[in-house]
């Protein structure tokens, strides 16, 4: 039963509730129309104390498609944040006015205090360099509709492996599939945090290959995972500007790749994609951010327990 419940953590819903989700978001894909009106009445709250344009657009227009409506507010300076409200007061405050609530925050954990002070569903639309586990639905659902599985794949994962969220709830949530190999790309400083590489990938026996040269792997992949060296995370400008163009795929890398091979990438893009590989076949980026308004209507009506 999802109904009633949280997601703040991509662990959080069992193998079965996730295929529960992908299925009605393939439904809702089929015919849109059926769904239009399935969330009549109800209303979301979109609580950004950070930079966003896809998470929060994209919960906004899920819940217009689905026939609610959408309050909010999209920087902490203009929520009563700025004055030191609590993250527990402003949600238990939120609570009377909408029925469900996307929450990103630059502090890890954040949304969980907001859940664990809540009697609506709340959704960790990202918690700092932590977790971000509806663009993890938004993954799993891209690849698997265009992959065909979710199982059998060697992913190479590349950039900013350190900080971003994205990254670390992608391979929690793809642990639990079978036969799934990482290769992680990333420069020294930006390694994957020793949680996810102890708690996640050792303990649960999975194959990973820490590397720094993306040329040097690019052939064996299924997909590769392109992201942004995570600019707001650094306490140094001078580290951020060393970094930021690690990476470059463009037209040469290419090359190597296999001709199935998939692009994806969170987005916001910086420089780590060329603007050439846009019309790749293989670029899938875009067609992933189209997923994860889908993934997240299906998200919020079940959430929610409404149906046509
Ligand atoms: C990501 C995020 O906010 O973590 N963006 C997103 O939600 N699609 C990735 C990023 O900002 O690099």
Same mark, same amino acid.
């Given at each position: ?38 969330? !009549? ?18 919960? $906004?227009?899920?819940? #217009? ?33 909408? !029925? ?19 009697? &609506? ?40 492996? @350190? ?60 997909? #590769? ?12 400008? $001078?580290?951020?500007?060393? #970094? ?5 795929? !463009?037209?040469?890398? &290419? ?24 019309? !790749? ?11 994860? &308004?889908?993934?997240? &209507? ?9 149906? @046509?």
């Amino acid at each position: 039963m999802l109904k009633g419940r949280n997601l703040i953590d991509p662990m959080d819903f069992s193998l079965v509730e996730l295929e529960e989700i992908f299925n009605y978001a393939d439904e809702i894909i089929e015919n849109p129309k059926d769904f239009s009106h399935v969330c !009549d009445g109800k209303i979301l709250a979109t609580l950004f104390y950070e930079p966003s344009t896809r998470t929060r657009l994209s919960f $906004e227009a899920a819940m #217009l498609r689905l026939g609610g409506q959408v309050l909010g507010f999209s920087e902490a300076q203009s929520s009563s944040a700025a004055k030191g409200e609590s993250v527990a007061d402003t949600i238990r405050t939120v609570e009377c006015y909408a !029925d469900i609530a996307a929450i990103r925050h630059p502090k890890e954990g954040a949304p969980k205090v907001a859940a664990m002070n809540s009697k &609506m569903p709340v959704i960790n639309a990202g918690d700092g360099g932590h977790q971000h586990p509806t663009q993890t639905l938004t993954d799993l659902l891209t690849i698997r509709n265009i992959k065909g599985r979710l199982s059998n794949l060697t992913i190479g994962i590349c950039g900013d492996l @350190k900080f971003g969220r994205t990254v670390h709830s992608l391979i929690k949530a793809m642990s639990r599939y079978e036969n799934i190999k990482f290769i992680l790309i990333a420069p020294n400083e930006l390694t994957i945090p020793k949680y996810i590489k102890v708690e996640v990938l050792e303990k649960n026996n999975i194959e990973f290959l820490e590397v720094e040269k993306l040329e040097d792997v690019i052939g064996g992949l299924d997909i #590769l995972y392109m992201t942004r060296v995570q600019k707001e995370r650094f306490f140094n400008e $001078e580290d951020y500007i060393r #970094l930021k163009d690690s990476y470059m795929l !463009d037209k040469e890398k &290419m090359v190597k790749a296999k001709k199935d091979m998939i692009i994806l990438h969170p987005l916001p893009r910086v420089n780590e994609i060329a603007v050439e590989l846009d019309t !790749d076949p293989r670029a899938c980026y875009f067609r992933q951010a189209k997923y994860g &308004m889908y993934v997240r &209507m299906a998200l919020i009506a079940k959430l929610l327990g409404v149906d @046509k």
